[in-house]
């Protein structure tokens, strides 16, 4: 398959701050790429390189093999979708998406076809006179990305731009964002904060921190295989778990809790006998009250402290043994578990394969205990 | 209760509105439809007063008034062209270009000078130009020049001072406005395929408009009505209306006359202001600030 983009070892430093740090990805042509990442990671300076607003420390950028280090951005087979959308306000709908086209110096009886093609592409027949404050978040929303389709880019960027929406219209133009890139079939380089926006969307996620990229994956290897602690936090929501990896005399691998509790896990082979380790487990994969002849299960005693009710998200937050944190708890919304109170002791269990061991490198996503 | 609280805001409107219409009344309203009185107002040969247009036909049928008055216009124009080819770019440099600290700096560099009087001011452009001044001596000391070289009391000079003390009104209101316009405009604008003029065109000229023809309208009102920079810097050549209206007022003692002539600038200011806004599509509203 062809590559749309090909990013090498790039790096970029402002000063003695390195933003992005030796990255490199390669995204095929017509794919739905998302990069992921907390705010400040480095994920914005990224795209605009690729766009050529900001030009690398060093590092290589290739977009359909034509080296693009040095080409301004207004020569470049690449658009950018603006996180304000950055609509220009002293122009109309059709003047704002034939801008582009314009400059390209395509005549005007072409422009107008164009533009008015796209906008039935995008669902705004029409909407050509309009002024851009007439327009709604989601309308406004889809002139940027028509503005930018228009010119049949090689890849298209989106710098986080479902950020200013509210939920539902967030929800919504998810759906409709990924179905749209599915009929254009341009490449689309997206980058987002919301691990749900990503997970969605995206053929492939890269997930970046602190200048670099943690893991790139299916979002689906990214939740049930994630290749390092960051991923396993920041990708969806996730239990931890803190103690020493042991090895018994049967040869099979535990955890030992800061309690004293041991936890079976699979072996890893990058962890020895005596490392200190993070262990992760989903909310989703804890059973409550386990059939006790399941095997290869760990089972936990607690104490049900909270029930945090949130439709299909419910949750129980569970005091186990004397570990500070509690455990959080998926409840499923089926009637079975309707009897639960607050104050109840439960058991919890699951099923060793489905947790994930990492050394215990400190990393946090955010303020926890 | 309710007589309480109307009286209250009654009190409240009456503290705002006194002082602004004592400001009109008195310093604009009053002087002004005395000027125009005046001004229709003529003495015949006999000493008899009575109502004339003769005030007005003196200016058109005396080439020396209305070449002045020509001039003076025309040069206005010139000076508040000049005045927007420096604002535009110093503004762009300033919002756009270096950071918040120096933006500070550069714009307290920029309003220092207004700090002394412009009477001062234009001593110091004197100083610098004159034929004894400062360049001279330097120029002539390194050997450039073989003898000092007058670069005062010309059109150039004149032209130059009234830019340098008038720039400034140019600058603020653009800054103010370039101030809004959002970085990721222009970004967007070069990403879409434009280059750097078309952005200047397309993008900053248009937003900037209010801020611009505000910075015009006040650098054109006070080029036109100034007094001393084309009095100090200008020589006997350059002659600028404000003077004839001074002669005619202080020399001649011809109050009506003078009333006339003051008049008349005060109409061409308006009449240039009204058909600037009008060719621009601005509004009186959103060029002052008021909505914006």
């Known amino acids: 398959m062809k590559l749309a983009l090909s990013v090498r070892e790039i790096t970029k430093k402002f000063g003695t701050f390195t933003a992005v740090n030796q990255v490199s990805l390669d995204v095929e042509d017509g794919r739905f790429f998302s990069i992921l990442g907390p705010s400040g990671c480095g994920k914005t300076t990224l795209l605009r390189m690729i766009a050529g607003l900001t030009e690398p420390t060093e590092g290589s950028i290739e977009i359909r093999g034509q080296n693009m280090v040095g080409v301004s951005p207004n020569k470049r087979p690449v658009n950018l979708i603006f996180q304000h959308l950055a609509l220009f306000p002293m122009m109309n709908v059709e003047e704002n998406i034939a801008f582009g086209l314009k400059r390209r110096g395509e005549s005007n009886p072409a422009i107008r076809k164009k533009v008015e093609t796209i906008l039935e592409r995008v669902d705004l027949p029409g909407f050509g006179e309009k002024k851009i404050d007439q327009l709604s978040g989601g309308q406004k929303q889809r002139v940027a990305i028509a503005r930018c389709l228009v010119l049949d880019p090689a890849v298209l960027l989106l710098d986080e731009p479902l950020g200013a929406l509210d939920l539902k219209l967030r929800e919504h133009m998810k759906v409709e964002l990924k179905n749209l890139q599915a009929k254009v079939g341009t490449t689309f380089i997206y980058i987002t904060h919301d691990q749900s926006e990503a997970l969605v969307m995206s053929d492939k996620v890269a997930v970046m921190n602190k200048g670099i990229f943690e893991q790139i994956d299916t979002p689906e290897n990214l939740y049930y295989h994630p290749a390092s602690s960051f991923v396993a936090q920041f990708v969806g929501q996730n239990n931890k778990f803190i103690g020493k990896f042991e090895k018994d005399i049967s040869g099979s691998f535990f955890v030992v809790l800061e309690d004293g509790q041991k936890l079976q896990v699979n072996s890893v082979p990058t962890l020895k006998p005596g490392d200190r380790v993070e262990l992760f487990t989903r909310p989703e994969a804890m059973m409550i009250n386990p059939n006790p002849e399941l095997s290869d299960i760990n089972v936990l005693q607690g104490k049900v402290n909270s029930i945090l009710f949130d439709g299909g998200n419910s949750r129980l937050m569970v005091a186990v043994g004397k570990l500070a944190k509690e455990v959080i708890v998926a409840l499923p919304q089926n009637t079975l578990h309707d009897h639960i109170q607050p104050g109840d002791k439960i058991k919890l269990g699951w099923n060793t394969a489905s947790s994930v061991c990492f050394k215990d490198t400190g990393v946090k996503t955010y303020d926890e205990l | ?292």
Not at chain 2, 120 to 146: A, F, H
């Open chain 2, 1 to 292: 209760m309710m007589n309480s609280k109307r009286s209250k805001i009654r009190w409240s409107f009456l503290v705002f509105f006194i002082p602004v219409f004592l400001w009109l009344t008195l310093l604009f309203l009053l002087p002004n439809v005395e000027l125009i009185r005046l001004s229709f107002i003529g003495t015949d040969y006999y000493g008899q007063s009575g109502a004339t247009l003769g005030n007005y036909t003196v200016f058109f049928h005396e080439p020396i008034y209305w070449l002045t008055f020509t001039r003076t216009v025309g040069y206005s124009f010139v000076v508040t062209f000049v005045c927007l080819l420096i604002g535009l770019p110093v503004s762009f440099y300033i919002t756009k270009v270096v950071g918040l600290r120096l933006k500070g700096l550069i714009m307290t560099l920029i309003l220092v000078p207004f700090w002394v009087s412009e009477i001062v001011r234009v001593y110091g452009m004197i100083l610098l130009l004159r034929e004894t001044g400062i360049i001279n001596r330097i120029l002539v000391g390194i050997g450039i020049w073989k003898q000092p070289i007058e670069m005062l009391y010309n059109d150039v000079s004149m032209v130059m001072g009234i830019v340098y003390t008038a720039t400034l009104f140019m600058i603020v209101p653009i800054v103010g406005v370039m101030d809004s316009l959002d970085d990721s405009l222009i970004e967007a604008a070069h990403d879409l395929g434009a280059n750097k003029l078309i952005i200047w065109w397309k993008i900053i000229f248009p937003h900037c408009m209010p801020g611009i023809m505000s910075g015009c309208i006040v650098v054109f009102m006070l080029v036109l009505g100034n007094y001393i920079t084309p009095s100090l810097m200008g020589g006997k050549y350059s002659l600028w209306f404000t003077q004839q209206i001074y002669n005619q007022f202080i020399a001649y003692v011809n109050w009506n006359r003078g009333a006339a002539f003051g008049f008349l600038l005060l109409t061409i200011s308006s009449l240039v202001i009204w058909s600037a806004l009008k060719l621009t599509g601005q509004k009186l509203s959103r060029v002052s600030g008021v909505v914006k």
